[in-house]
DNA sequence: CCCAAACCGTGTACGTCGTATACTCAGGTG
DNA sequence: CACCTGAGTATACGACGTACACGGTTTGGG
């Protein structure tokens, strides 16, 4: 029985959240609080602490305020991260970017990897559906922009957009997994050298891995695992980018042949 | 001053575990549980309800004991969650892959893929470091094997492969998310599709977006957004090897050339 | 002008979670 | 046999998200 038609406790309300338009009400005290200030406060401690710090209880001690107070600004605690992963995100500054296509993707997805770099935290948020914040949008809005004057078709420039940022993320998560590792145990390296020892002496051990175990007798892992993450991710974006120039070239010769 | 030397409940227990080396002990009790049974029943309560249902307590519950007694044969929940990784995992079954280095890893992404599918779960356990258990391994074995004739090096290989999998989990925890966006509010479709609509309006009436604009009066979204999620998977995968495929015959040439 | 509606912030409470700690009791080993 | 080891239990603590009912304040409509 909740009022009809104007958004309740709907995902519309949501959007009103994100684009941060909510209608402020006529009547009643005006709120000492706000959505941002709540979501502020909500990464300022992401920020100190991770993720896991955040709980309303926490986020509402940093505000000087009851938990249930929070609840008057955000429907719960999902939403809550939501509007931190739009929030965190931020703008992209597209001003030296190339005209290319592929240094302006190339940028774009540098930066969108120094966002996680400097709050690995935004990669922990479940991300609950496509994207809505007007920040989100506005990274889709620049990787549409570097695509202007490509011979690809909308479903495809989406495509590769989904593809890049699912490889940011990706490569996010493995170096966040990587830090994890070492902050399981107290101290990291030495300690985990020795377990990754130990593993590799079972897969010589064991004949169901023979491949991996000539590599691994070749050195493969006399580095520490993932020595240079960026090195990684660079190998991979060069290896996707490579592979849309050649569909755009394989296009363009079967243009000149066919059409 | 705990016993020195032996695997105490450091990280070299949980390997221990994964492997299933753990020496039984040879006084007491024989006890009624074991690692295998407590790691099966939480994958069957992550079957049936979700990762989200799988507690301690209900992982007792099911097997009829109390929720301590899991503490026994189980460091704590986080590593609970990584043995229930490698076991849902399973092994590959490279039985009908050809001998084509494309094509097998064609198989390979897609039989990672349908593991997703069959256990969406498996997408929300945090991955807390390298792949260590011997599923996991098998996976990375069959990756290696599928390019042993291949002009890639070691390190290549590996790229590859981490790229792969992060590509077939990516599209996974899309889907993931699409579906989640649906439960999230009681009746998925029309709801959802509202609050699309409502936040295309936003994006035509503000002017931050002029390129997502005119994609979207180019009925951009006029069908429900990533309606056909295998298509998105398929064509990112074929762009990965595009690329490698690219990268290959350049080095060929370069190798016909320079040497 | 005044009352009632709207709304802010609070206090309390419930059910759930992971797990530390201290215990009882059965079973194999010296 | 005595004994120690280890399985399973009972209890408890602190934290979590949030439902609910309540006072206090502001403002619009009559």
């Known amino acids: 029985m909740g009022s009809p038609g104007s958004g309740g406790r709907g995902p519309a309300h949501t959007l009103d959240l994100l684009w941060g338009t909510v209608r402020p009400g006529r009547r009643g005290p005006r709120g000492g609080l706000s959505v941002e200030a709540v979501v502020r406060a909500a990464m300022d401690l992401a920020d100190a602490e991770g993720l896991a710090a955040v709980s309303m209880r926490r986020v509402a001690e940093s505000l000087d305020v ?3 107070s929070l609840y008057r600004y955000v429907p719960g605690k999902d939403d809550l991260c939501d509007l931190m992963l739009d929030a965190a995100s931020g703008t992209p500054d597209t001003a ?70 699912g ?18 145990t107290g101290v990291a390296p030495q300690e985990w050298g020795r377990v990754y020892g130990e593993m590799l002496g079972r897969v010589l051990a064991d004949d169901r891995f023979p491949t991996l175990a000539r590599h691994v007798r070749e050195g493969m892992f006399d580095s520490p695992p993932e020595a240079d993450p960026d090195e990684d991710f660079e190998a991979g974006l060069a290896l996707l ?19």
């Open 66 to 68: 009851t938990t249930m």
């Open 167 to 184: 490889h940011v993320r990706s490569e996010g998560q493995r170096d966040l997994s990587m830090e994890r590792a070492g902050a399981r």
């Open 96 to 165: 030296g970017w190339p005209d290319d296509w592929r240094g302006a993707l190339e940028h774009l997805a540098r930066d969108m990897r120094t966002v996680f770099r400097r709050r690995p935290w935004v990669l922990e948020i479940p991300i609950s559906g496509p994207p809505l914040g007007p920040n989100n949008l506005a990274w889709m809005e620049a990787g549409l922009a570097a695509m202007r004057n490509t011979a690809l078709d909308t479903g495809e420039r989406i495509r590769l957009l989904m593809l890049l940022t």
């Open 241 to 259: 980018l490579d592979g849309v120039e050649a569909l755009l070239t394989r296009r363009a010769g079967a243009g000149r042949a066919d059409g």
